[in-house]
């Protein structure tokens, strides 16, 4: 769990007499965020007990040109939130960090909608901090501009160039995760988006890793266990070209699982119905196959 405090948005439409309850809102989350961000940090760090709850500072760096990235820390966190300019900027700072034997993410957050007015600008994504991507959050769903849960957040609709798959189609890799943005604090609130990881342990080392190799996946409600390798290599791994490709899924769901459904280059191909008659939701219910 990550509770992200709004930390600082450089590009916010000041002149905009319409957005100014907007500007108002966000520039006293930045002040508070900046005045209690020690505080904040030590907070969630003395929740953290692993392999009970675990927790990972964080703070939402905003922006119109790039779009919203989330900044992730696994052990402690600077002294202050970054207050700069350009997407570029951030990962200098991470950089830094990283010499100094610090492990950071930075992680693009509600990137379906329109690039320029908050969604993410493909162009500038690299994977050098950000192995990751979210699909699914509060805003909606940002798989394609067909899928369901359509963005209806005031800053608009999802746009079709801001979506995964059309970031996968320009040959960028990253995996999945989902966030809930609960504004009022409610972290996994059911419907909102949830992040799974496949991971050897419930502790930040273990999380921490499986989120850096790209063994995740998102969740929009009920908990669903997903393994998934290819050629026995697990999700997220980066495997050379060969001709034949063995497909091996196990999904546990808590209540009747309906289809699964595999795509190849943003195509479903291939759908395994689970059930040919009335499910029992009475059973959890695990499903294994291979193609």
């Known amino acids: 769990t990550s509770v992200t405090v709004h930390g600082h948005w450089p590009d916010i ?47 939402e760096w905003h922006s119109m040109r790039y779009g919203d990235h989330c900044v992730y820390f696994k052990e402690g966190a600077p002294s202050r939130i970054f207050a700069v300019n350009e997407l570029e900027d951030i990962r200098r700072e991470l950089r ?29 994504f ?3 901090f950000s192995p990751v991507a979210e699909i699914l ?13 359509p963005y209806l957040h005031s800053m608009g609709p ?34 909102y988006g949830k992040a799974a990881v496949w991971a050897a342990s419930l502790s930040r080392d273990a999380i921490w890793e499986a989120i850096k190799a790209r063994r995740t996946y998102a969740l929009s409600g009920d908990r669903i266990v997903l393994e998934f390798a290819l050629n026995e290599q697990p999700m997220g791994a980066v495997l050379p070209h060969t001709p034949e490709r063995w497909i ?17 280059n943003n195509q479903v191909i291939h759908r395994e119905n689970i059930f040919s008659g009335a499910p029992d939701f009475t059973q959890p219910v695990k499903v294994l196959f291979e193609c």
């Open 13 to 59: 439409p000041t002149d905009d007499p319409r957005l100014g309850y907007l500007v108002d809102y966000h520039e006293r989350g930045f002040k508070t965020a900046t005045e209690r961000w020690q505080y904040y940090h030590e907070t969630i760090d003395a929740a953290n007990h692993d392999g009970r709850f675990v927790t990972f500072p964080s703070f």
């Open 96 to 124: 830094a960090l990283a010499s100094q034997g610090h492990d950071t993410l930075l992680i693009p957050h509600h990137i379906g909608y329109l690039s320029g007015y908050r969604g993410i600008h493909w162009p500038s």
């Open 126 to 128: 690299t994977t050098e």
């Open 137 to 149: 959050s509060f805003h909606g769903l940002s798989e394609s501009d067909e899928a369901p849960f």
């Open 158 to 191: 999802r746009d079709e160039r801001s979506t995964v798959q059309y970031g996968l189609a320009a040959g960028h890799i990253f995996g999945f995760i989902g966030s809930t943005d609960h504004h009022s604090a409610h972290p996994g609130t059911y419907g």
């Open 248 to 264: 091996e899924t196990a999904v546990s769901g808590g209540a009747a699982l309906d289809y699964i459904e595999i795509l190849h």
